[in-house]
Every structure is written in structure tokens, then in C-alpha cells.
């Protein structure tokens, strides 16, 4: 009922198990994308894509989704067999795709890795921080509330938006960005 165009997968979606989130993909009228999660030899074998581009005014939108380590969130009973990607490598190799195979003008990754650790977990700080090609990484997992998206250098030395508004519907965020035709990328 919100319009949503997409969505990504995370821990807590295995609560009923991975029998109980097929169960549920029925009552969505949107994809669900995340590129990190292998779901070969379970019953979400095919239900899910790596990416997603949408054209909005114009302009080519490349989504895509990673997901947290399932291992010690999720009982192996309740994920069967799904398999953990590396989530730096995966956002690497989606990028390429994005930006050079589907000529997207913006890249936005849908998270559910978690804002940031001590430790070096994967993270959306350390994803922006070692990718390049990404404008912007919604996140979630860790419940952080931002006022506003935290502003961080990737490898290459461009801006990433990272931004993550809590939990549980409290906030909804936005995050406009401008176009020109004659910019230059």
C-alpha cells in the first residue's frame, strides 16, 4: 500500500522460517532484490533478483540489495541451505552491472548489513568507504536513527549517501536528488 518498487531480505524475515518468507512473497505487489543471498537448492530459488533498474522521470535507477551474515542470527534449520555472499564483492561486481551493462544515472543499494561496528564486520560505512559507483546506501539492521543521510568518501574519492531512519515505520525518509542533462559523470 505504500508504492514501494522494491525491497531486500534480512535476518529477521527468516523468523518463521525460509518456508514462512515464501509463504509470504504472495501478499507483495513488489521484487524483492538482494544479490548476497544464494538461495540455490532452497524454495527461494528464483524468487528474488540480484538487481532491479526503474526509470522514474526519465532517469535509470539501479537497485540492488545485500543482506546480513545469517550465521549466529539465523538457525541453520530456519535458513536451510541459503548462502552468504561477501557483501563488499557482491556490491562491487553489481555496480559494474548497474552502471556499465544497464547504463543506470544512479546506483542506490538497499542494506540490511548495519550501519556501522567496531569490529570489521560489513558494515554500509565500510561498504561506501571500499566501493565506488554507489550514490546511495539505505540501510537498516542496526535501527539507527539519522537526522540526515552521513556524507562518506568512497574508494575513488566521490561522495556516498548513507542513510538508515530507525525502525519499524517510526520514520520515513527522503532523499532528492537533482539531475541535469548537461552534467557531466
Same mark, same amino acid.
Do not use: M, Q, W, Y
Given at each position: 500500500m505504500m508504492g514501494y518498487d522494491a525491497a531486500t531480505i534480512g535476518n529477521h524475515d527468516f523468523d518463521n522460517g525460509i518456508e514462512g518468507l515464501y509463504k509470504q512473497l504472495p501478499h507483495a505487489n513488489f521484487d524483492f532484490v538482494i544479490a548476497n543471498y544464494d538461495f540455490t537448492n532452497t524454495i527461494m530459488d528464483g524468487q528474488t533478483q540480484p538487481n532491479k533498474v526503474i526509470i522514474k522521470d526519465g532517469v535509470r535507477i539501479g537497485l540492488f540489495g545485500l543482506g546480513i551474515e545469517l550465521e549466529g542470527l539465523v538457525n541453520a534449520d530456519l535458513r536451510k541451505e541459503t548462502k552468504y555472499l561477501d557483501p563488499i564483492e557482491v556490491a562491487k561486481d553489481q555496480v559494474q552491472i548497474l552502471r556499465n551493462e544497464k547504463q543506470c544515472d544512479l546506483v542506490i543499494c538497499m542494506s540490511h548489513l548495519g550501519y556501522k561496528y %567496531?569490529?570489521?564486520?560489513?558494515?554500509?560505512?565500510?561498504?561506501?568507504?571500499?566501493?565506488?559507483?554507489?550514490?546511495?546506501?539505505?540501510?537498516?539492521?542496526?535501527?539507527?536513527?539519522?537526522? %540526515?543521510?552521513?556524507?562518506?568518501t568512497n574508494a575513488i574519492g566521490k561522495e556516498v549517501l548513507v542513510n538508515q531512519v530507525g525502525c519499524y515505520g517510526i520514520n520515513v525518509g527522503r532523499v532528492d536528488f537533482y539531475f541535469s542533462k548537461n552534467a557531466v559523470r
Open positions: %567496531r569490529n570489521e564486520d560489513a558494515s554500509d560505512i565500510r561498504l561506501a568507504k571500499e566501493t565506488s559507483g554507489i550514490d546511495l546506501i539505505i540501510g537498516g539492521h542496526t535501527h539507527t536513527f539519522l537526522d %540526515r543521510p552521513e556524507i562518506v
